[in-house]
């Protein structure tokens, strides 16, 4: 889990400079809230943007801290969060919604319509950062089975998306074999991450021909996709 709070302040690689302007910065938003407005697009001008070990980048963790810094609760801080978010060039938004499991501790799911507005998008960069922890634990299960789906045609590696092995299911299944089917059907590949999601929930009568699995999942719906095994 990526670090939060005192210890990823401490840990950032900051210049003196950068570490002087993110804790003025904090005291800022601290007193007057709405400092945040003018404070996190000036993020990256201020801190940089080297890469981090937990995958993120220095801007993305500091307006991390910036959002966690904001003295608001309820629907003050939604308010606030959803404007940065609808204002933001693409880098402040994947910040703020990497942060939703940080602003969110109560479990409330108040941030979902963020979640929801990027999955109607098609910057992968954004629907990526949507899908973490905060979707795995919030979103409702058809609406997380449709997330999953909208990434295999995006070509968004599954191995990205928070949550599957808990809410992986028999219907994801039948709707990733329905894909799988088609695309072999159209001779297009099929990705291959997405076997492992539909093999636990096939039960009978999987068979092999070339590189397409078909069976039957517990359902009663026949499902394909890719497999290098032979007859099983």
């Known amino acids: 889990m990526p670090l939060s709070g005192p210890a990823l302040h401490s840990s950032l690689p900051l210049t003196p400079e950068a570490r002087a302007w993110l804790d003025t910065a904090l005291a800022e938003i601290a007193a007057a809230p709405t400092a945040i407005r003018t404070l996190f697009p000036a993020v990256r001008r201020h801190c940089g943007r080297a890469p981090l070990p937990d995958g993120r980048t220095v801007d ?38 990497r942060a939703l499991p940080q602003l969110d501790r ?28 905060y979707a795995a634990a919030h979103l409702p299960a058809d609406e997380y089975r449709q997330a999953v789906l909208k990434c295999v045609f995006c070509e968004i590696p599954l191995a990205r998306v928070a949550g599957l092995d808990d809410r992986a299911d028999a219907e994801l299944a039948r709707m990733l074999g329905d894909f799988a089917r088609e695309r072999t059907a159209a001779g297009r590949p099929v990705p291959e991450d997405i076997t492992p999601l539909v093999r636990p929930f096939t039960t009978t009568g999987t068979t092999t021909t070339g590189t397409t699995t078909i069976g039957t999942t517990s359902s009663g719906t026949t499902t394909s996709a890719t497999s290098t095994h032979g007859t099983e």
């Open 60 to 97: 993305e963790a500091v307006r991390a801290l910036l959002l966690t810094a904001l003295p608001l609760r309820d629907q003050a801080l939604t308010d606030e969060v959803g404007a940065l978010h609808r204002y933001g060039d693409p880098a402040e938004q994947r910040a703020v919604l």
């Open 106 to 133: 109560d479990g409330t799911g108040r941030f979902l319509d963020l979640v929801r507005q990027t999955l109607r998008g098609n910057d992968n960069t954004l629907i990526e950062a949507a899908l973490g922890p």
